[in-house]
């Protein structure tokens, strides 16, 4: 009877046994088997195609645009400087006063040669006439006709040599004012009152620099120039004449300019030594906050470019091999891997060229909780609405 009492304990502890094991187990598979059907929330971005204007950003060097080195054209003391150092000229003001006495005294002595020239002219011509009707009656000979002719033509060339020197001399007399050939903001004088300067004296006497408008000389890769008339060819870009000739400038401390400009050209040449081609920009500086010498970079419009796709950055991640891809919700709700060609940055987003079409939906948040083939259920990321374009 023992013996039978103790069969039906163990009985029942092993009954009891498999019933807990099997309680315990269901549970474990029910969860390895709940996340993986379960679709993630993800926050997804759709991306569409559309025009964007490309810009490149060039560095530059700020240049006048125009300067004058003032020279003396004649040779004197000067008597006076005209103008104050750092101030603004006009084309044709005086800047310095050479001692005009000299030249003074050689319009003079050149108007009284013109007044001897006319006299000589005057005898010349009533001595022609007079041998010119002595001719008639044979009184004069042929020769001496011919001589009053000659005499009569050379007081007509010695007036004309007259005219010639005091109109020299007329200009020597306008030289000693020595006067700006151009608008602009003149530096420190390099001689004072008392000064010997001889005309076309290799050292200036000041410098005029033409400040409003400037200059920004930039310089563009050859390679990129290239590629830039390639894609334009292609179509791929295409060119508005206007946009293209706008340029935006940023300074030294990263502010931008509030004026914008206008490309002017671009050479047609390579320099050799950097494999560059240099462009220039004009700007107006009323505010003369442009000086020249300063460091810039200049956005210049490259083209429009049509049915672009643009994804945020913050969605596209690189694999082992360094490949831009992405993580795209597919039409059965799945995580669905794609790789990416990129161009460029613009704003916060890549310029995708391949590996993302219009209508995607770009994964952005909740992308370490979901891998390729996983369900998910996208939901509009509220912080990528608002990306830069």
């Known amino acids: 009877m023992q013996r039978v009492n103790s069969f039906s304990f163990q009985f029942s502890a092993i009954v009891m046994a498999l019933i807990i094991?099997?309680?315990?187990?269901?549970?474990?598979?029910?969860?390895?088997?709940?996340?993986?059907?379960?679709?993630?929330?993800?926050?997804?971005?759709?991306?569409?195609?559309?025009?964007?204007?490309?810009?490149?950003?060039?560095?530059?060097?700020?240049?006048?645009?125009?300067?004058?080195?003032?020279?003396?054209?004649?040779?004197?003391?000067?008597?006076?400087?005209?103008?104050?150092?750092?101030?603004?000229?006009?084309?044709g003001q005086a800047l310095y006063q050479i001692d005009p006495a000299?030249?003074?005294?050689?319009?003079?002595?050149?108007?009284?040669?013109?007044?001897?020239?006319?006299?000589?002219?005057?005898?010349?011509?009533?001595?022609l006439t007079r041998y010119k009707n002595l001719l008639k009656t044979k009184a004069a000979s042929q020769q001496d006709y011919d001589e009053a002719v000659a005499s009569f033509k050379s007081a007509e060339a010695d007036l004309l040599t007259a005219k010639a020197q005091l109109q020299t001399a007329e200009i020597n007399l306008n030289y000693t004012k020595v006067k700006s050939p151009i608008d602009g903001q003149i530096?420190?004088?390099?001689?004072?009152?008392?000064?010997?300067?001889?005309a076309n004296q290799e050292g200036t006497l000041a410098t005029v620099t033409q400040l409003d408008p400037i200059?920004?000389?930039?310089?563009?890769?050859?390679?990129?120039?290239?590629?830039?008339?390639?894609?334009?060819?292609?179509?791929?870009?295409?060119?508005?004449?206007?946009?293209?000739?706008?340029?935006?400038?940023?300074?030294?401390?990263?502010s931008v300019y509030p004026y914008p400009g206008k490309l002017k050209f671009s050479e047609v040449t390579v320099n050799t030594s950097t494999g560059s081609v240099s462009l220039r920009a004009e700007f107006p500086n009323p505010d003369k906050m442009?000086?020249?010498?300063?460091?810039?970079?200049?956005?210049?419009?490259?083209?429009?470019?049509?049915?672009?796709?643009?994804?945020?950055?913050?969605?596209?991640?690189?694999?082992?091999?360094?490949?831009?891809?992405?993580?795209?919700?597919?039409?059965?709700?799945?995580?669905?891997?794609?790789?990416?060609?990129?161009?460029?940055?613009?704003?916060?987003?890549?310029l995708v060229t391949d590996g993302l079409v219009?209508?995607?939906?770009?994964?952005?948040?909740?992308?370490?909780?979901?891998?390729?083939?996983?369900p998910v259920s996208p939901v509009p990321a509220e912080s990528s609405l608002n990306e830069v374009k």
């Not at 795209?328 to 995580?335: E, G, I, M, R, Y």
Request: charged share 25%; with cysteine; glycine share 8%.
């Open 290 to 350: 442009l000086l020249p010498g300063m460091y810039v970079r200049a956005a210049i419009v490259e083209g429009v470019k049509e049915s672009a796709i643009l994804a945020p950055q913050r969605g596209v991640n690189r694999n082992t091999k360094g490949q831009p891809t992405a993580l795209v919700v597919s039409k059965d709700n799945k995580v669905e891997p794609r790789v990416l060609t990129v161009d460029r940055t613009v704003g916060a987003q890549w």
């Open 21 to 91: 094991m099997s309680g315990c187990g269901q549970p474990e598979q029910a969860q390895a088997k709940g996340p993986a059907m379960q679709a993630m929330p993800v926050g997804v971005v759709t991306v569409k195609s559309q025009a964007i204007t490309l810009t490149k950003e060039l560095p530059g060097r700020v240049s006048a645009s125009q300067i004058a080195e003032i020279r003396p054209q004649v040779t004197g003391i000067i008597q006076h400087r005209l103008f104050t150092e750092g101030a603004e000229v006009k084309q």
């Open 358 to 374: 219009d209508g995607d939906q770009l994964i952005v948040e909740g992308l370490q909780k979901i891998r390729p083939g996983a």
């Open 187 to 198: 530096g420190k004088s390099e001689v004072t009152a008392g000064a010997l300067v001889n």
């Open 215 to 254: 200059y920004v000389d930039l310089t563009q890769s050859s390679t990129e120039l290239t590629r830039l008339k390639q894609a334009i060819a292609s179509g791929t870009l295409t060119r508005d004449k206007e946009l293209h000739s706008k340029v935006e400038l940023m300074l030294e401390d990263g």
């Open 102 to 127: 000299i030249f003074e005294a050689q319009v003079a002595t050149n108007k009284a040669a013109i007044k001897k020239a006319e006299a000589n002219i005057a005898n010349a011509k009533a001595k």
